[in-house]
């Protein structure tokens, strides 16, 4: 397939193959490994458009600061950013309505609901381990106010949910990443590594250093952005004609062949905030 001068950074296992796709770890072939972290493996002035979902989020607010200056010195003059992260307005101003719903009615659905947006504002900031309080609530069997949860999470919640539920094989919903001899090798020697430490150092000690290594692993979030905060952000990156959009809605030409934000008509991640600017 022929590629498009079209970038998408850390895409996980979301990505078309017209594109330039990269992330950190590649989840495919069609997928470069780079440490977006130290910047991105690109001259000036390369691409038409830059993309990125719920990733801005994962990285502390100086990297975030680097990374979207990144986007803008890769990108060609008027080239189109579009940005895609957990909207904080969205979530706090649904939680001062169901804060308000549970004080005047409460019942199940109400308390139910509220309590979840608890988990989108803290639970991805604070947990330990995988999935935290979110995984255990997507778990549930029965879960009272499912569909709140799905208009909320969408795409990515449902597929999660059935994850977490065992409705589903992990190979259904996650794409495995093909890796090579020296990869092997060094994940041996990091499980042996890891082996050692257990059997050498106090179990607090262990706990501890098994809490440190999944905080770093990609999965926590370290700060969140509203529309006014991110479009501060594109500004002093050196963007203009920053601008609001819908899931469905780009200036990106032909935004809805490639699926990225919506796929089969449904949107991924619904509860968004999604942003372009141009350089």
Known sequence: MEKLNYLNLACGTKYH??????DMVSSGPS??????????????????????????????RDKANFITKECCRVLKPGGIIRVVTPDLENIVRNYLFYLEKCISEPNEIN????DWLLLEMYDQTIRNYCGGEMGKVL???NLPNEQF?????????????KAFSGKQDATEIVQRVKIGPGEIIHKIIRKLGRIYL??????KDTELLEIGKFRVSGEIHYWMYDSFSLSRLLKEAGFKDISRKTPYESDIPNWSVYELDVKGGAVIDPASLFMEARK
């Open 17 to 22: 193959e017209a594109w330039i796709n990269m």
């Open 149 to 161: 949860v799905f208009d909320r999470t969408g795409l990515s919640g449902q597929n999660i949910r």
């Open 31 to 60: 997928v470069i490994q780079c440490d977006l972290l130290k910047g991105i493996s690109f001259p000036d002035n390369t691409f038409n458009v830059v993309y990125h979902s719920q990733f801005i989020e994962h990285v502390t």
């Open 139 to 141: 778990g549930k069997e």
């Open 198 to 203: 257990k059997a050498t150092l106090p179990r």
């Open 111 to 114: 308390m139910a609901n509220y």
